[in-house]
């Protein structure tokens, strides 16, 4: 095989999954990065960057390699992608996302889940685009960014960090970034990102970006793409579309011209599916307009009247009305709702119905809402608003704006008027006209034609545009109205005139009459005519609004030549030349034959938007003002009165002409403050936001055409001259306006002196200076002014715009002058005169170019820190102050590091700027970082500037070295000035740590400030061991302070870095390491440092620096938890014993744990390192190793506690709690024990085991005494609050045990609190009314137990076999109380679902140790019966099922469970014969129940059952089955039969059971007998029940047939006479069976079981024949015994029995009393055979007292001689059959029951009766 080599290329993705089939593979999943270290034959060794420990070979063919940047850090190198940076950042958030988003599919959050999925896709494919290299610079740019916004937006939906960019959108490297910087960068991307969030999320549909872009850019537009128009027109169509106010009733674009062909598309075929246009220059007020619309107004071209026939030649060409089309748009232009290019809006025709429809009227009416002809025809468009002129439209949106796409701008100026938009377009709106018919019997029909002439009356070709999109013309021809004499056309078209032609052209108008005819339409000519010039007299242009023509007639020829009209009048009403009137107007020459009309009108309206042409004559007089030099002072004045908008178009001709005035009248000062208003009027203009974009033509201008180079004296003469007005407190208006204007007059004033100085090589610079000087001193005595009025306005005006002209004068003055003026110019302020203006005002010189020279910023820092540190302490402007003081510090930083940066070139330069730098940090430190901290203590939390003041403060610890903190330190006066610093930084630390003022996210502000937190931290502490640990200059508290302080900030969440992703976790290791590591070795230093001084911090100490050992790192574990060992011995040598750290150590580590510190590592570092510890010292070795042991048993409970402590199945939880209090119990923490007693009765509650939580109450209960004593422990919960003595606590608790027992149906358990209350109300307190309360409850449980129904529940054993599961489960067995009704599958579902993995057990045999050992999850469960116990306590009393079957249910402590087996050959056909039983006892660590529903099992028992002792039991149960079922049906007839039949069926059918048979061949047999002689008795037993079951049966038969139903008397009578064949054959073999009756002489409530105390006076009465005498009245049991068998109830168990319920008796004659007695056979009397015969004999000869016998069985009677039966019983009882059983099983022990005088007797049965008697019996 080749040898493995290292390999170039060092990083690649697995594009396939490789799974581990082998040891050395190295698993890959795809998408997972490789480091390769080496290759060999198509094969990779290396590792994953997901676990770099493991390493291994995988397949070359796998792995798409990567380009990649080695680094080698120390002995290791480490491959980084060589991607472009962006690329990278996408790859690690889609990684982030991806484990995101598979957890938001889990958790069924879809909505999110499908967004997140579509982001992820989106920069999928983002991240291609930027791969591929293909893209251009400007789309490169905007991908960039919008990547970034995705990317932002997504880390904030999911939580995760948030990321701060540069504008480049670059990652912000805060090793290169100041702390102030970075906090603002994460303030604006916050913002940002809130934003784009509730834009998400707002409920109000916006247009895309409108929220961004439209606020933004000054421009609008409106894009409009037609899809179709359909419209039977059948001739050819002019489609003009524009945007109309309806406020305004205006259109307020130009048109959009569409030429129609009569069969249905566009006239020019490349237009189809591209007629597109674009609404420009639309601004906010546009958008914002209360309605906009969408007209198009329809224009046929052709015949004069559609339903005009062909027969005749008609007239053709004709612009007739046919409709218009109307849409609101306004929810579009607003952003109200979604504007789509894809989407189509239709848009109906409203045809013209009259001749008098115009088109602007129909459009007022349809806007209007009126009801106009619609005939569904219309158009089809589509509409988008975008943002931005129109190149970054065309840029934005290539796809739907290109060069074809047709742009109709806007009627007049945008909103903001850009530099380079050069227009002269003049827009001629025909208004209206009215014409006398004349001669003609009708109105006429005018076409009105526009042409622009020039002054010979030549047309000037092309120049006139109906609308964007169609060609220009030379003629434009209005629409034609029929026979109208009131025309109205509101047509609009643009007029383009080259601007030099504009003087010398005009607008002429003529007026022709069109005739539907064409013969009659040729004929026509000219009727009139009307004309305007462009240009006035006075060289100023059209002024815009109607203009009222004049109409002139006259021959058609003359009317068209223009010297013929020129000479006359054109507009009505013009006041040069004043028009004569009517007839009398006369004009000599070639005007002679024009006269005016004076019945014809006709209107027009202009508006010119021209950028060269101008309609002020004030702006034009200005303009040639050397055409009249006697003006100038006006024209000067009346410029302040011309509109913004006409001084901006001429903008450089006014600067020109302004300064060509200032420099032509040098000689005097006659103009100077005109020209210097003037030029301030100008500047204030160009700072209007209708023209700021005109700021760079400003500053072009200033830096290439300007070229005054006198200017600058004028201009600073009279700027000085101004202020030095308003500093001698006279009136100058013009102050405030002129400072507004500063900026750009110093920009003139500075350029002017630099064109001087190159002109002149550099003279007069001495009285520049003194200028300059001059303006400043009286600018400094202008502040001084304690004035108010215009001086406080100026000062204001002052201080905004000062700073403004620091970056031009800068270069030209003196720094360190101009850093006095600027401190004399702030320092000459009154104090607290403008405090905001003057704050502002420092923060401006602060970001200037001049505070950046360290002469300039030295004596301005003189002036402002003093301010700050007042304003500050004082609370007074914070946002001002904070924002100036964020501004010296970002200057200090970029100072410092451009000081490093020079000191690399040039080291003498460098140390010096740099020295220069540290000063004024040194200077900013003392005077600032005090006063900040002191102002961040007093801060609310919620104040926000706390976190702006905090920000601050650690940027100046981030500038500050070694000697600053040493010179501070130094600094401080007194000792306990500099103790009082250090504990409020300390206190101001530790709580800025634990309460961070940063957002969680903010994860990158968050470590910077840690990092200098950590520096100071580690300063601070050389001076606490230098200062402050002598004896005499020790200060405890100071001490104290620092160590908490050091360990919260070691143990705080943003430096926990395994609670991290890794790619966030190695991104904080390589920017700023682990500072746990370095924190927690200062620590160790500090606590060794102290010497004797150790024991004042015990304990103290101890929850602290537990805190920082539980810190899961392990060099950091071991190098601080010898400190605990260290506090032992401090301790133990002072005391003797360590008890006080223990104590604490104990207290604290359970908190700790519980809050999720602390792990398994910990636990055997802690064991072995103090252990080791102990065994170097003898005299703790002992005590050492006791105190280990308890600490690791604690810590084992509580890992264990905490690991199930969030588990749905609070099961476990319940476990871990019971261990944890009974441990605590066990060391004697009594507080710590209640704690956790209360924390397991809130888990019962809450799972409504309310029994147990009862009991867990008691156990607290029971700590109290009946006292007045104090509460020692502290009590968790509402008892805690207002119960001081243990009386009132255990009564309350008491109250809430009883409710908690009533819930749980534990009514016993209630009556006993019950008791012991009643007695301490009744003899201590003597509270009756409280005794008569809970007598009342007592005597409702009572009722409870007897009326209400409870099922008994069922027990459950379960094992946890292997060695995964906890060790509090391992190997163990646990028995569990089920609950009411809890089915065994249900519960075994419950049981696995915290065990996913575990596998169960199907065998109930105790697993093998295979299993036991295993690593893997076993579980068992089966159904466990309670062992009866004690139940000789109940016997001899007639107690009712109800109370019984609850103490066969509760309190036991015992369960078995018997598995059968096979032993010995098998009989097919009898399975009882070799039918084994093995029967496992187990016994639980308390009793059932208790305080926890289950308790492990802590011994087990396991004995075998032979098939007979199982063929007895099997009986047995019958029996008791028999007897439980007749005495439900005696107390309750109303029960069904059914049960009761398929009881006894099932036991006399012989066709159906055949049990007795096989008992009787499996044991009866001889062969049996004689091998198995010592099972004799049981087999005597066995025969007994079998022949005791006869009269259980004829009772239950007797009762069947009582209420056997007619339709089954059949199954009854049937059922009868199995039973007598059955009857037959066990009498004559076993004997007869007599019961004995009980009369129950109570007649409150029926009893189901009658005791029978004294059973052992009965006596065997053998063959006696004689009537059965009456019973002796029971003996009342003493009150001892009463009470004994009262305690004895509470612990009483006995065997559970299936159906056993209180049920009402059958109704029986009352008079009746009776005993009956019963033959007992020979057979069962024989089970002793070892007792003598003559003790047989004796005991059989001896007479019974009673007159009845007791048979060795346990049953009472005598052999009777009468056939006839005696009366029926009111009421069978059991007690005879339960004393047999009991009885039984003695004899089946080789004990026989002593007769009445105390010898033992055998006796052999009689003979059965003859079956003729036996029958007579039923």
């Given at each position: ?1134 005391s003797g014993t360590f008890s006080r750290f223990e104590d604490e150590i104990l207290r604290r580590l359970d908190s700790e744990v519980e809050g999720g510190r602390g792990d ?228 075994e579902m419950q049981l696995l679902s915290p065990f996913p993995n575990a596998e169960k057990l199907k065998s109930t045999s105790p697993p093998g140790q295979d299993i036991t ?406």
């Open positions: 095989m080749a040898p493995w080599l290292p390999t170039k290329d060092k990083f690649g993705v697995a594009v396939w999954n490789f799974p581990r089939t082998k040891e050395h593979h190295l698993p890959l999943q795809v998408g997972e990065m490789v480091h390769i270290l080496q290759a060999s034959e198509g094969w990779y060794c290396g590792y994953s960057l997901r676990n770099r420990a493991a390493r291994g070979i995988f397949p070359a063919s796998l792995i798409r390699l990567k380009g990649t940047a080695v680094e080698q850090r120390g002995l290791e190198e480490s491959a980084v992608p060589s991607d472009m940076p962006m690329v990278q950042e996408i790859t690690t958030t889609l990684r982030e996302w991806a484990t995101i988003w598979k957890q938001l599919y889990v958790a069924g959050q879809t909505e999110r889940y499908g967004q997140v999925k579509r982001m992820m896709q989106e920069l999928m494919e983002q991240r291609s685009q930027l791969l591929s290299g293909t893209l251009p610079k400007d789309q490169l740019l905007r991908l960039r960014k919008e990547v970034t916004g995705k990317m932002d937006y997504g880390n904030k939906i999911l939580a995760l960090d948030l990321v701060v960019r540069d504008e480049d959108e670059n990652i912000l490297d805060p090793d290169r970034t100041s702390v102030i910087s970075l906090f603002q960068a994460h303030r604006r991307a916050a913002q940002t990102l809130s934003q784009r969030i509730q834009e998400e999320t707002s409920s109000q549909q916006r247009a895309p970006g409108h929220g961004t872009h439209g606020a933004a850019s000054p421009s609008h537009n409106l894009y409009l793409c037609v899809r179709n128009f359909v419209c039977h027109i059948g001739e050819e169509a002019q489609l003009f579309m524009a945007l109309y106010d309806p406020g305004e009733q205006r259109i307020i674009s130009e048109n959009y011209v569409i030429r129609w062909a009569s069969t249905g598309v566009p006239q020019d075929i490349e237009l189809l599916n591209n007629l597109r246009v674009v609404f420009t220059d639309l601004g906010s007020a546009d958008l914002k307009r209360e309605r906009l619309f969408l007209v198009c107004q329809i224009i046929r071209v052709g015949r004069m009247d559609l339903r005009d026939s062909h027969s005749r030649k008609l007239s053709t060409g004709l612009r007739r009305p046919f409709g218009i089309s109307v849409m609101d748009i306004t929810d579009i232009t607003k952003g109200t709702c979604d504007s789509d290019e894809d989407k189509q809006h239709f848009i109906p025709v409203h045809l013209v119905a009259a001749d008098g429809d115009f088109l602007h009227n129909m459009i007022r009416k349809a806007v209007e809402g009126k009801d106009i002809n619609h005939k569904g025809q219309g158009l089809w468009v589509s509409l988008k608003v975008l943002w931005g002129d129109l190149s970054q439209v065309r840029k934005d949106h290539p796809h739907l704006v290109d060069r074809s796409t047709a742009v109709a701008r806007k009627l007049g100026y945008p909103e903001v008027i850009m530099p380079g938009d050069v227009r002269n377009d003049i827009y001629l709106t025909l208004v209206q006209g009215e014409f006398d018919k004349g001669s003609k019997k009708t109105q006429k029909n005018v076409e009105v034609t526009v042409c622009v002439c020039d002054e010979a009356g030549n047309v000037v070709q092309n120049v006139i545009h109906a609308g964007a999109g169609d060609s220009p013309s030379s003629h434009y021809r209005s629409v034609v109205y029929y026979q109208q004499r009131h025309q109205r056309w509101m047509e609009t078209l643009k007029i383009a005139v080259p601007i030099e032609d504009v003087h010398r052209t005009h607008l002429r108008f003529t007026f022709r009459h069109r005739s539907s005819s064409d013969s009659k339409d040729r004929s026509e000519r000219i009727f009139s005519m009307a004309f305007v010039r462009l240009m006035r007299p006075d060289g100023t242009t059209l002024r815009d609004g109607e203009h009222d023509l004049v109409l002139y007639k006259g021959d058609s020829r003359k009317l068209e030549d223009a010297s013929a009209y020129l000479s006359l009048p054109w507009e009505r009403n013009a006041p040069e030349p004043k028009l004569p009137s009517g007839s009398s107007f006369r004009v000599s020459g070639a005007a002679a034959a024009l006269a005016p009309s004076s019945r014809d009108s006709f209107q027009i309206s202009t508006l010119v938007c021209s950028t060269k042409l101008t309609q002020n004559v004030n702006l034009l007089g200005l303009l040639k003002w050397r055409s009249k030099p006697s003006l100038l002072s006006g024209n000067l004045q009346k410029l302040m009165n011309v509109d913004g908008g006409e001084v901006i178009k001429f903008l450089q001709d006014t600067l020109d002409a302004l300064f060509s005035i200032m420099m032509e009248h040098s000689d005097t000062d006659v103009y100077d403050t005109l020209v210097f208003d003037a030029l301030v009027f100008i500047v204030r203009l160009v700072a209007d936001r209708k023209f700021q974009h005109f700021n760079t033509v400003l500053e072009a201008y200033i830096r290439q055409h300007f070229s005054a180079t006198l200017a600058y004296k004028k201009l600073l003469s009279v700027l000085t001259q101004y202020v030095e007005q308003a500093g001698r407190g006279e009136p100058c208006e013009s102050l405030p306006r002129t400072f507004k204007a500063l900026e750009y007059i110093f920009k003139f004033i500075v350029r002017s002196r630099r064109l001087f100085a190159q002109l002149y090589e550099g003279k007069e610079v001495a009285e520049f200076q003194r200028s300059l000087q001059r303006f400043f001193l009286a600018l400094n005595q202008l502040m001084q002014s304690p004035l108010e009025g215009p001086t406080l306005l100026s000062q204001g005006a002052a201080l905004k715009y000062l700073p403004t002209i620091l970056e031009d004068v800068f270069g030209i003055f003196d720094s360190s002058t101009l850093g006095a003026v600027l401190r004399d110019f702030v320092g000459n302020l009154q104090p607290q005169r403008l405090l905001k203006q003057k704050l502002q005002s420092l923060t401006d010189i602060a970001s200037s170019k001049a505070f950046q020279c360290h002469e300039c910023r030295e004596l301005v820092l003189q002036a402002a820190l003093p301010i700050l540190q007042e304003l500050i302490q004082a609370g007074e402007e914070e946002d001002a102050c904070i924002e100036l003081l964020s501004s010296i510090l970002e200057v200090l930083y970029q100072a410092q590091k451009s000081a490093e940066k020079l000191r690399a070139r040039h080291k003498d330069r460098g140390d010096m700027e740099l020295a220069q730098v540290k000063k004024h940090i040194q200077v900013i430190l003392e005077r600032l970082l005090h006063t900040v901290n002191r102002r961040v203590i007093v801060l609310d939390r919620e104040n926000p500037l706390r976190s702006h003041y905090v920000a601050c403060m650690a940027t100046i610890l981030s500038q500050m070295d070694k000697d600053h903190y040493s010179t501070y330190i130094q600094a401080f006066p007194s000792r306990p000035e500099l103790m009082d610093f250090l504990m409020e930084t300390f206190i101001l630390f530790k709580d800025l740590i634990g309460k961070t003022v940063y957002p969680g996210d903010w994860v990158v502000m968050n470590m910077v400030q840690n990092r200098e937190f950590l520096r100071a931290i580690n300063h601070f502490a050389t001076t606490l061991t230098e200062m402050f640990l002598s004896n005499s200059d020790f200060e405890l508290q100071l001490w104290n302070n620092y160590f908490h302080l050091a360990v919260a900030f070691l143990t705080q969440d943003s430096l926990q870095l395994e609670n991290f992703s890794p790619a966030k976790r190695n991104s904080i290791l390589a920017k700023y390491g682990d500072m746990r590591a370095t924190i927690g070795a200062s620590i160790r230093d500090m606590w060794y440092s102290l010497g004797q001084r150790k024991i004042e911090f015990i304990p103290g100490m101890v929850g602290p620096i537990l805190e920082m050992t539980l810190v899961p790192e392990l060099e950091l574990r071991k190098s601080t938890i010898p400190i605990f060992f260290d506090m032992m011995l401090c301790e133990h040598r002072l398994e590592q910990y636990m055997q570092l802690f064991k072995s390192i103090l252990l080791s510890c102990c065994q170097s010292h003898p005299e703790l070795a002992k005590p050492g190793e006791d105190f280990v042991r308890l600490v690791s048993e604690l810590l084992e409970r509580l890992l264990d506690y905490r690991a199930v402590m969030n588990d749905e199945n609070k099961t476990y939880s319940m476990s871990c709690t019971v261990n944890l209090l009974n441990f605590y119990k066990e060391i004697d923490r009594q507080a710590m024990y209640i704690r956790y007693l209360y924390k397991l009765k809130d888990l019962h509650i809450s799972y409504e085991n309310y029994t147990e939580g009862a009991y867990t109450l008691l156990l607290h209960a029971r700590l109290l005494t009946w006292s007045e004593e104090s509460n020692a422990a502290p009590v968790p919960g509402p008892h805690g609050l207002h119960l001081h003595t243990q009386r009132q606590l255990k009564e309350a608790l008491y109250n809430q045990i009883i409710e908690y027992f009533d819930q749980g149906k534990m009514w016993e358990e209630a009556i006993h609190i019950c008791k012991e209350l009643a007695e301490q109300y009744e003899s201590h307190v003597f509270d009756y009314e409280m005794l008569s309360d809970i007598l009342q409850r007592e005597a409702k449980f009572y009722e409870k137990i007897l009326k209400v129904l409870r099922p008994s529940p069922d027990y459950f054993a379960v094992g946890y076999y292997g060695q995964g599961f906890p060790t509090f489960l391992r190997n163990k067995i646990f028995i569990y109380r089920g609950k009411e009704y809890e089915r065994r599958e249900d519960f050992d295993s690593p893997g999850q076993y579980i068992q469960c089966f159904t466990v019966q309670p062992a009866e116990e004690a139940k000789v306590r109940l016997k001899g009393r007639s107690i009712p099922e109800q109370i019984t079957n609850f103490y066969k249910a509760n309190h036991i402590q015992r369960f078995s469970y018997s598995r059968p087996f096979k032993r010995g050959p098998s009989d097919p056909d009898n399975e009882f014969a070799n039918m084994w039983i093995e029967r496992t006892t187990f016994r639980t660590a308390y009793p059932l129940p208790g305080i926890l529903r289950w308790f492990v099992v802590t011994s087990t028992e396991t004995i075998i059952i032979s098939p007979l002792e199982n063929a007895i039991e099997t009986m047995m149960k019958t029996n008791e089955k028999i007897m439980s079922e007749i005495n439900r049906h005696q107390n309750d007839p109303s029960l069904p039969i059914n049960p009761l039949s398929m009881l006894l069926n099932g036991i006399v059918d012989p066709a159906v059971m055949g049990g007795f048979t096989k008992y009787e061949k499996a044991f009866f047999q001889e062969l049996y007998m004689q091998e198995h002689p010592e099972d004799a008795g049981k087999i005597e037993k066995l025969k007994d029940l079998i022949a005791w079951q006869i009269p259980l049966l004829a009772e239950g038969i007797r009762i069947h047939g009582q209420k056997v139903p007619e339709d089954l008397r059949p199954f009854h009578e049937r059922m009868e006479q199995c039973f007598e064949q059955l009857r037959a054959k066990v009498e004559a073999e076993y004997g007869v069976r007599e019961m004995m009756f009980f009369e129950d002489r109570r007649s409150g409530r029926p009893r189901s079981i009658a005791w029978v105390p004294d059973w052992d006076r009965l006596s065997h009465a053998g063959a006696s024949t004689e009537a059965p005498p009456t019973p002796k009245a029971a003996r009342r049991p003493s009150e001892s015994e009463e009470r004994r068998e009262s305690r004895a109830s509470a612990i009483f168990g006995s065997r559970r029995q299936d159906a056993r319920q209180s049920i009402s008796e059958l109704p029986e004659p009352k008079d009746e009393k009776w005993r009956l007695s019963c033959t007992v056979s020979d057979s069962s009397q024989s089970i002793d055979r070892k007792q003598p015969p003559g003790s047989q004999a004796a005991a059989g000869a001896q007479p019974s007292t009673a007159g009845s016998s007791l048979s060795p069985t346990g049953f009472g009677g005598r052999v009777k001689s009468a056939s006839k039966l005696p009366p029926l019983p009111r009421k069978f009882s059991p007690s005879v059959y339960e004393t047999f059983l009991e009885q039984s099983d003695a004899a089946a022990a080789g004990k026989v029951s002593p007769t009445v005088d105390g010898s033992r007797s055998l006796k052999s049965p009689p003979l059965p009766p003859p079956k003729s008697k036996r029958l007579s019996q039923l």
